[in-house]
């Protein structure tokens, strides 16, 4: 297994320590959660880079990194609706386009076409992550208003469906 796939897996190991510490609930514990998630999102920005400039990119990583990247983003955001920081409509949202673009991807490797990450699911991740971070934070360092929380949330909803949208908008597959 090489490093970029070990990032990975590491990723993976990571969520059930950061939803664990979201919901102990506590202010070391949010400290915690928040240091361990920004690590984990560096992860992910770092086995990406380090696999395409040292020619690593292997089966198991196109597999790894994406599913990482999903039980991240969907245990995260499980816990910040049981800590009653967001709503479900949100979570169930991303669940949907994620299952939705897994599906597609399944589809198209069958039909022998892989379908890459384009600049929207990259897009998407990045804004999932930063959105995560800043529900850590700001019960934390300061109390945004509500109305600005919420206008993160579902612009990282949105953005999501938009993601989502131009993979099937892009995708070569036949669905019949």
Same mark, same amino acid.
């Given at each position: ?75 995260? #955001?499980?816990?910040? @609706?049981? %800590?009653?920081?967001?709503? *479900? /409509?949100?979570?169930? !949202? &991303? ?46 360092? #300061?109390?945004?208003? @509500?109305? %600005?929380?919420?206008?993160? *949330? /579902?612009?990282?909803? !949105? &953005? ?17």
């Amino acid at each position: 297994m090489n490093l970029p796939n070990k990032l990975s897996f590491l990723r993976i190991l990571l969520v059930p320590v950061i939803i664990y510490l979201l919901l102990v609930n506590s202010f070391a514990a949010s400290i915690g959660a928040l240091l361990v998630f920004v690590l984990a999102a560096l992860t992910d920005k770092y086995d990406g880079q380090y696999a395409r400039k040292h020619n690593l990119i292997t089966t198991l990583g196109k597999i790894l990194d994406p599913l990482a990247d999903k039980l991240l983003i969907i245990g995260v #955001f499980t816990a910040f @609706v049981k %800590l009653d920081v967001l709503s *479900i /409509w949100p979570l169930l !949202i &991303i669940i949907t386009r994620e299952l939705a673009v897994t599906g597609l991807r399944v589809v198209a490797a069958d039909q022998g076409s892989v379908i890459a990450a384009n600049i929207w699911g990259k897009t998407k991740t990045t804004i999932q992550m930063l959105t995560a971070i800043v529900l850590i934070i700001n019960p934390l360092i #300061f109390d945004l208003p @509500v109305l %600005l929380t919420e206008t993160l *949330i /579902w612009l990282t909803v !949105i &953005i999501t469906i938009y993601s989502g949208y131009t993979y099937f908008a892009g995708a070569d597959v036949d669905y019949s």
